[in-house]
């Protein structure tokens, strides 16, 4: 029988919790390689290294999780990074599934868009393999640790990637998957993009050198509070939600509009 | 009469050829204010710096193409900090237009995705400003300042900057525009992404501490290359591609086969 190979990233580093739940998640389903950053790429997009050299090693054997993965692998690039280099320098075929994440934190709404994990994704989908994010809604100052994603929701997880394995997904076309914190699986709700917009995007870290210097942080607000069939709405009704992302980002209801300013 | 403002970033840096040749470009249509990152952050997509905090200083006041703005500042952060950075921070009021570019090297096709000129674009629609990257489709080795964008392009850029400031784009709906090396202008030419690969994306960089290390570099290839209706068709045909790109990632033709699998 083939044995599946599933690629698996994040952006929040390998030695995070939410990447260790789901590489333990899939681990039954096939021959799985972990090639995520050696730390926090928080916010990279689908950033790629274009200045400096990237390069990998082994993760230590001895870690709980690495043992029941076929590879283990440390990178010092960003999420993108990583999937490029595991393609074509460490898996030995082509995966026939990519997972990034658990993230900790949501990627809903317009955050899919500064989302190192779904740049991940992008990158996988890019490459003609079946690519899923998958993102744990943390309030502010909420640890995953302290909310982990529960056992039937890693088991529903499992479960559609089972199912993926065995149909695929539509070309060009991956997934950006968000989950509540919730003790309980309620079930998938398939949804939109939430539109929405950040705010309040930055706070001063002081003025030490003559130069005053910000940290990013900000407010979210979602535009469409009474909608029922966005990401957010799934999330605020408790259930996990799916939104089918494109890498095709031609707005092709606008190509006649636009055509019209050249004329 | 009101005097529009526009804002103007790219991922080339404050001193790159392209984003002087832009802004004194559309320096009679408005009230100019530069905000770019101090170096090179090509390939930054729509990155955010989350573990340090970004400032800005002023670009000095001598540089040639500094006299014809309102206002100029270099950035410690991404584009996309960037943006964020001028709307809070320095510019007086909401922009009427986001522009960014003009980039050293095209972003058509899938590339979009790693682009940090787009990601800055990407970042203005999201804050509901008419926001357009420009880029330009150097071949591997060439330098911008060896194939400028022409004079007549330069003003064909401003006419359709003129009526964006008049008309506005659709909502969640911003430009990605590539402009081919050319003497003349040949037209617009409104179209959608092509379906595009990079392969072949890392090169050795060496050895020398145990551990190697890879520069990323890459082929592209046009999976479509027979049709007459993506932006590298335009590009080969010697017009400037406009490719209308939403921010709203939902790909709406794949709920249902999505859904089918969760059931």
Same mark, same amino acid.
């Not at 090693?57 to 990178?75: V, Y």
């Not at 149909?167 to 998938?188: E, M, S, T, Y």
């Given at each position: 029988?083939? &044995?599946?190979?599933?690629?698996?990233?994040?952006?929040?580093?390998?030695?995070?919790?939410?990447?260790?739940?789901?590489?333990?998640?899939? *681990?039954?389903?096939?021959?799985?390689?972990?090639?995520?950053?050696?730390?926090?790429?928080?916010?990279?997009?689908?950033?790629?290294?274009?200045?400096?050299?990237?390069?990998?090693?082994?993760?230590?054997?001895?870690?709980?999780?690495?043992?029941?993965?076929?590879?283990?692998?440390?990178?010092?690039?960003?999420?993108?990074?990583?999937?490029?280099?595991?393609?074509?320098?460490?898996?030995?075929?082509?995966?026939?599934?990519?997972?990034?994440?658990?993230?900790?934190?949501?990627?809903?709404?317009?955050?899919?868009?500064?989302?190192?994990?779904?740049? *991940?994704?992008?990158?996988?989908?890019?490459?003609?393999?079946?690519?899923?994010?998958?993102?744990?809604?943390?309030?502010?100052?909420?640890?995953?640790?302290?909310?982990?994603?529960?056992?039937?929701?890693?088991?529903?997880?499992?479960?559609?990637?089972?199912?993926?394995?065995?149909?695929?997904?539509?070309?060009?076309?991956?997934?950006?998957?968000?989950?509540?914190?919730?003790?309980?699986?309620?079930?998938?709700?398939?949804?939109?993009?939430?539109?929405?917009?950040?705010?309040?995007?930055?706070?001063?870290?002081?003025?030490?050198?003559?130069?005053?210097?910000?940290?990013?942080?900000?407010?979210? &607000?979602?535009?469409?509070?009474?909608?029922?069939?966005?990401?957010?709405?799934?999330?605020?009704?408790?259930?996990?939600?799916?939104?089918?992302?494109?890498?095709?980002?031609?707005?092709?209801?606008?190509?006649?509009?636009?055509?019209?300013?050249?004329?």
């Amino acid at each position: 029988m083939y &044995t599946p190979l599933i690629l698996i990233t994040n952006d929040d580093g390998y030695q995070a919790a939410g990447i260790q739940a789901l590489a333990r998640a899939v *681990a039954s389903l096939g021959e799985v390689y972990v090639v995520a950053p050696d730390g926090a790429r928080s916010g990279a997009a689908a950033a790629i290294t274009c200045t400096t050299p990237v390069s990998y090693s082994p993760i230590d054997k001895t870690l709980p999780f690495r043992k029941e993965m076929a590879g283990g692998f440390s990178c010092t690039g960003t999420p993108v990074d990583c999937v490029k280099l595991a393609l074509e320098q460490i898996v030995p075929r082509k995966p026939d599934l990519l997972l990034s994440g658990i993230n900790h934190g949501d990627n809903a709404s317009v955050s899919v868009h500064y989302s190192g994990t779904m740049g *991940a994704v992008y990158e996988g989908c890019m490459k003609e393999i079946p690519s899923i994010g998958l993102s744990l809604y943390l309030q502010r100052g909420q640890r995953y640790e302290d909310h982990p994603v529960s056992d039937d929701t890693l088991d529903a997880i499992a479960a559609l990637c089972r199912r993926v394995l065995q149909q695929g997904l539509p070309q060009d076309v991956c997934l950006n998957i968000n989950l509540p914190v919730a003790h309980k699986f309620r079930g998938w709700q398939v949804c939109r993009q939430a539109r929405g917009r950040w705010s309040a995007e930055w706070i001063s870290a002081g003025n030490p050198r003559g130069m005053e210097s910000f940290w990013l942080t900000g407010q979210f &607000t979602d535009l469409e509070p009474e909608a029922s069939d966005t990401d957010f709405a799934a999330l605020r009704a408790g259930y996990c939600s799916i939104v089918p992302v494109t890498v095709d980002t031609t707005a092709y209801q606008a190509m006649e509009a636009v055509d019209a300013l050249t004329r």
